[in-house]
């Protein structure tokens, strides 16, 4: 079992639907979790970062972690075309060496 | 600010060659790390360097090697080149001093192994 599990999709949904990524994983010690968003051919780019559980909104960007079921997501809303990319969840524990381990990604296409 | 570059953005090679690939971190910053992207897999780390120092190491051979500069550049060499290595090279890079420290990356090299 790999230690971060997200469903590569695509995920397809119409403009201006709410769109709702995941991600699980199997280590208890992962304390910092992140988002990237990545445009084809392009390098990741942060988007949210969170620490412990709870949630975290940025704009159309909402991140919720739930430690006790291991269970990461992110919520976009309004979703627009411009959003159409693939999204990648990573995540590392407390102390060490600050090497996050990341999701496969989920592709996300939102069509007008 | 200037982000972190990558250079070059494409580059070709056949098997058994080497492939040096050049990374500049976002002023500041001194870990820098490497990544490799390939097709349908995840990012797969590979090398942490921070202060000229390597720092850790991901699963991958010997061949994949790399260093980093006084300037905190670096760069990635892989020998004997396979077929597999072909895939997008991430480096990100970050401030290295806390845990709480996100990384923060280039548009990548594209390495095709013919």
């Known amino acids: 079992q790999k230690e971060v599990e997200q469903d590569p999709g695509p995920l397809s949904v119409p403009e201006g639907a709410i769109v709702s990524l995941n991600c699980t994983y199997s280590?208890?010690?992962?304390?910092?979790f992140m988002w990237y968003r990545q445009y084809s051919r392009k390098g990741p780019e942060l988007l949210m970062y969170?620490?412990?559980?709870g949630n975290k909104e940025d704009g159309r960007f909402t991140a919720q972690v739930d430690k006790s079921s291991k269970y990461i997501s992110l919520f976009i809303r309004d979703s627009q075309p411009s959003d159409s990319a693939t999204y990648l969840c990573?995540?590392?524990?407390?102390?060490?060496?600050?090497?996050?381990?990341f999701g496969r990604g989920t592709s996300l296409i939102v069509h007008p | 600010e200037a982000g972190v570059t990558q250079s070059p953005t494409h580059l070709i090679k056949t098997r058994g060659q080497q492939a040096t690939l050049r990374c500049s971190p976002i002023?500041?910053?001194?870990?820098v790390y490497w990544y490799q992207q390939a097709l349908g897999l995840g990012l797969q780390f590979l090398l942490w360097?921070?202060?000229?120092?390597?720092?850790n190491r991901g699963n991958f051979p010997p061949r994949f090697s790399g260093r980093q500069f006084p300037n905190y550049s670096s760069e990635l060499n892989v020998n004997a080149l396979e077929l597999e290595d072909s895939a997008l090279y991430l480096c990100?890079?970050?401030?290295?001093?806390?845990?709480?420290?996100?990384?923060?990356f280039g548009p990548g090299t594209r390495l095709t192994v013919l």
């Open positions: 360097y921070d202060e000229g120092e390597e720092r």
């Open positions: 280590n208890s010690a992962f304390q910092y």
């Open positions: 990100a890079s970050s401030s290295g001093t806390s845990e709480r420290d996100t990384q923060y």
């Open positions: 969170t620490y412990s559980s």
């Open positions: 002023s500041g910053h001194t870990s």
């Open positions: 990573a995540t590392h524990a407390s102390g060490g060496s600050y090497i996050p381990t």
